[in-house]
């Protein structure tokens, strides 16, 4: 069965790191694509960054951008999401989700997910 887990959410200080995990299990994840998504509370869940199959090209929301970097080790079946600088508005809980199989090449996007971690949340404040 199809599994995602994030992991390495919690409180950090305005301008601090975190580095969030995302372990798949139950598929392997050289032709799947995967994004970071989020959702603070009163506000719709919004993609923050994605990456794709084998070639690893990624995606950024632009309020991320330059802030967030997203890799992937797929001999570890894990996603990472390097945030630094946070602020206070990146908090929000953080999901990854799988989209695929998908065929090489193609960029990745920020709809039509189908698989889901439960989340984990980030909270910047001082």
């Known amino acids: 069965q199809l599994q995602l887990v994030e992991s390495g959410g919690g409180l950090v200080q305005p301008g601090g790191s975190l580095r969030l995990s995302c372990a798949a299990s139950g598929f392997t994840l050289d032709y799947y694509h995967i994004g970071w998504f989020r959702q603070a509370p009163g506000k719709e869940r919004e993609g923050v960054s994605c990456?794709?199959?084998?070639?690893?090209?990624?995606k950024y929301a632009d309020s991320v951008k330059g802030r967030f970097t997203i890799s992937r080790d797929n001999a570890k079946g894990t996603v990472y999401l390097q945030m630094n600088s946070l602020k206070p508005d990146d908090t929000a809980v953080y999901y990854c989700?799988?989209?695929?199989?998908?065929?090489?090449?193609?960029?990745?996007?920020?709809?039509?997910?189908?698989?889901w971690g439960q989340g984990t949340q980030v909270t910047v404040s001082s």
């Open positions: 989700a799988a989209r695929g199989p998908v065929p090489l090449f193609r960029p990745c996007v920020f709809d039509d997910y189908d698989y």
């Open positions: 990456i794709t199959s084998s070639i690893g090209s990624a």
